[in-house]
């Protein structure tokens, strides 16, 4: 099953409890305003297989505490989506994954799919002039679904307002030397980096300080 992906990485601490497993997929057809992703909007020929990304991350999901699947929209790709979740339920750990769509249109894309494949689903578009005082989501309109019994006990404390602490952003670097933001940053945190970066002297746009976030 091939699967068009951005990026993966390990550990992500912001996108859920504990040291998670990241994957963001590529390809949004939702595409809301004010979006932070944009760079994951455009649509791409799938570069690799659900089967080779489970090898390529088996030691992470070995050692992880859970696992987050963002995009770009996942639900964009369901065949591959419903494959790669399917191969994670071996490795027995928590799964939250991100959508723009309602969770009424995700629950009728999951019907037919084997129960308790997605423990918790932050659902619906994010809105750019909404207030944002809830962890894990972008604006208040999202919602935190907890789908299963795991779910319910991983991610209930997230139906509270935010602490300080939640608004903490993971600084990870590639192979490659490349950084990168994950997490869900305030309204304006990242016009302000990008800010002071030029004013330091560096090179910085707001697509390559926030490809993934969240």
């Known amino acids: ?41 455009r649509a791409k020929t799938a570069e690799t297989t659900v089967e080779q990304l489970v090898r390529s991350i088996s030691q ?13 929209e996942p639900f964009d790709q369901p065949s591959a989506l419903h494959a790669f979740l399917v191969a994670l339920a071996t490795f027995d750990k928590d799964v939250l994954v991100f959508t723009g769509y309602s969770v009424e249109y995700a629950l009728q894309i999951m019907h037919g799919w084997d129960g308790g494949l997605i423990d918790a689903l932050i659902s619906d578009p994010f809105e750019q002039h909404t207030s944002q005082t809830k ?48 997490g869900i940053p305030r309204p304006g945190d990242l016009q302000a980096l990008q800010a002071w970066l030029i004013a330091e002297g560096h090179r910085a746009t707001t697509t390559e300080l926030s490809r993934t976030a969240p």
């Open 1 to 41: 099953m091939e699967i068009a992906l951005s990026r993966m990485h390990y550990p992500v601490t912001t996108l859920g409890p504990g040291r998670r497993v990241g994957i963001w997929f590529q390809g949004c057809s939702i595409r809301c305003p004010g979006c932070i992703s944009v760079d994951t909007w």
């Open 60 to 72: 992470w999901l070995t050692e992880c505490d859970g696992i987050t699947i963002s995009g770009g």
């Open 135 to 182: 962890p894990l989501r972008g604006s208040d309109n999202q919602r935190l679904n907890l789908l299963t019994a795991r779910g319910a006990a991983r991610f209930a404390s997230y139906e509270r307002s935010l602490t300080p602490e939640d608004r903490q952003l993971d600084l990870l670097i590639d192979k490659d030397g490349t950084a990168w933001l994950a």
